[in-house]
């Protein structure tokens, strides 16, 4: 079946550091990527997706390639802001799966001034 | 603003009572989705609806949970006779008319804590 791995945090980082979270998943069809971001005490936002290989997704700064070789679609940052400081989640949604979501378990950042 | 509202946003109750949470995506698409988050955990699916109808069921909604999306606008989920494993935080999703048919945008969600 279909799933989504991403790294454990939390993420400790100083501002202006470069930032990666390792994103890989598994699925049977060919799923559309996604990374979501629910900063503290508020709900879901979607940040960036990616619907086919190769495809980048960016917003605000970051970024992520849909990497089909190694299923992977990693999220980057050049340099982040205290602002940033948030959960991030990986997900994929499959149209042959209704287009339902499938979620990492989610990577908290902490970013320090 | 996703366009997604939930009600209540917070419910506490005392196992073994019966709660039901509202989800009204403004758009209402024809697509509704209701996912169920732990603690420290990416949201799981739960149910799926295309307008009335609910197209698929998850394993973890066990014969104690109900959804219901009456004239395919909002949608309803009622768990009975609740458990303390039930506490999470319920999320409703739904994309907009117009958005590419694989996004979808989250309401708030609504805070369960089973006492």
């Known amino acids: 079946g279909d799933s989504v791995t991403q790294m454990e945090g939390p993420v400790t980082l100083s501002e202006e550091a470069f930032l990666t979270i390792n994103c890989t998943y598994t699925?049977?069809?060919?799923?559309?990527l996604f990374w979501y971001v629910q900063y503290p005490g508020e709900g879901l936002q979607l940040l960036l997706k990616?619907?086919?290989?190769?495809d980048k997704g960016s917003n605000k700064g970051f970024e992520a390639t849909y990497r089909k070789e190694t299923t992977s679609f990693h999220l980057e940052k050049g340099s982040v802001q205290v602002s940033d400081s948030a959960v991030y989640f990986c997900?994929?949604?499959?149209?042959?799966?209704?287009?339902?979501?499938?979620f990492g378990s989610g990577t908290k950042l902490n970013v320090k001034p | 603003d996703t366009g997604v509202s939930q009600n209540p946003r917070h419910k506490i109750t005392k196992r073994g009572q019966n709660v039901t949470f509202r989800c009204d995506p403004i758009?209402?698409?024809?697509?509704l989705y209701w996912y169920r988050q732990t603690l420290g955990q990416g949201p799981e699916f739960l149910t799926y609806?295309?307008?009335?109808?609910?197209?698929?069921k998850s394993r973890l909604l066990s014969d104690r949970f109900s959804a219901e999306r009456p004239k395919g606008s909002f949608s309803t989920l009622e768990i009975q006779r609740t458990e303390q494993g039930d506490s999470a935080m319920y999320l409703c999703?739904?994309?907009?008319?117009?958005?590419?048919?694989?996004?979808?945008?989250f309401g708030p969600g609504t805070r369960l804590t089973v006492l």
């Open positions: 997900a994929l949604s499959d149209l042959a799966n209704f287009n339902k979501f499938y």
């Open positions: 699925a049977t069809g060919y799923p559309s």
């Open positions: 990616a619907t086919k290989a190769d």
């Open positions: 758009s209402e698409h024809n697509r």
């Open positions: 609806f295309q307008n009335e109808a609910q197209l698929e």
């Open positions: 999703a739904s994309p907009w008319d117009g958005s590419p048919p694989n996004e979808q945008f």
